[in-house]
C-alpha cells in the first residue's frame, strides 16, 4: 500500500464493467474491456492474469467467451483488489532513524530504540483504519455509488455495447473456421 497503481483502478473499472456483463450473460474479453477504457489490451491481460490468480475473476474459454467475476460482487472487496494488483505492500516503512541521531555519537541508548518508533506506530495505525475501510468497500457497493453518479441509461449503454460485441466475435470465429 505504499503506493496504489494506476493498474488498480482500471482494473476496478473492468470488474465493475464485469457486474453489467453479468447482467446480459456476456462475459467481456481483455480486449473489449481495453477498448470500454481506451487502453491497452495487453494491460488489461496483464492485470487479469492477477485477477485470475486470486480467484476475483475466471475465464470464459470458446467464441463468445471472456472474463466473469468468480464469486458474487458483494463478496469482493477493493481490498481484495488492490492486494491482487499491486500486492501486500506496508504504507511506510520505518528506517530506524531514531537511533542515528548525532547527539548519540557511536553509543545509541537503549531508550532511544525502545520499543515500536512513534512515528512508525502512528502508520500502523493509518495503515490499518485504511485497510479497514478498503475491506469495507465491495464492488457492489463501489458499482452502487457509481451508479447513483451516472445517468440511468449508462448501464443501459455498457451493456448495449457489451451485448454488440458478442455477434462480432462469433463472426471472426466462423470466418477463421471456414477460411
Request: charged content about 25%; glycine content about 8%; some cysteine.
Amino acid at each position: 500500500m505504499a503506493h496504489i497503481s494506476a493498474g488498480v483502478e482500471y482494473a476496478l473499472h473492468c470488474l465493475l464493467f464485469l457486474i453489467e456483463a453479468e447482467e446480459i450473460d456476456q462475459p467481456a474479453s481483455a480486449r473489449d474491456l481495453a477498448e470500454l477504457q481506451k487502453i491497452s489490451p495487453e494491460f488489461v491481460a496483464k492485470l487479469f492474469t492477477k485477477l485470475q490468480k486470486t480467484g476475483i475473476v475466471v475465464a470464459r474459454e470458446g467464441i463468445g467467451g471472456g472474463f466473469a467475476l468468480a464469486r458474487p460482487a458483494t463478496d469482493i472487496t477493493a481490498l481484495d483488489v488492490i492486494e491482487a494488483i499491486d500486492g501486500r505492500k506496508p504504507l511506510f516503512e520505518c528506517k530506524e532513524i531514531r537511533g542515528q541521531c548525532a547527539l548519540f555519537g557511536d553509543r545509541t541508548p537503549a531508550w532511544a530504540e525502545d520499543g515500536v518508533c512513534s512515528i512508525h506506530a502512528v502508520m500502523i495505525e493509518a495503515e490499518k483504519r485504511a485497510r479497514e475501510v478498503m475491506a469495507g468497500h465491495t464492488l457492489a457497493s463501489i458499482a452502487g455509488r457509481a451508479a447513483s453518479k451516472a445517468p440511468k441509461e449508462h448501464a443501459g449503454n455498457i451493456k448495449d455495447w457489451l451485448a454488440a460485441r458478442r455477434p462480432q466475435r462469433r463472426r471472426r470465429g466462423a470466418a477463421a473456421k471456414a477460411g
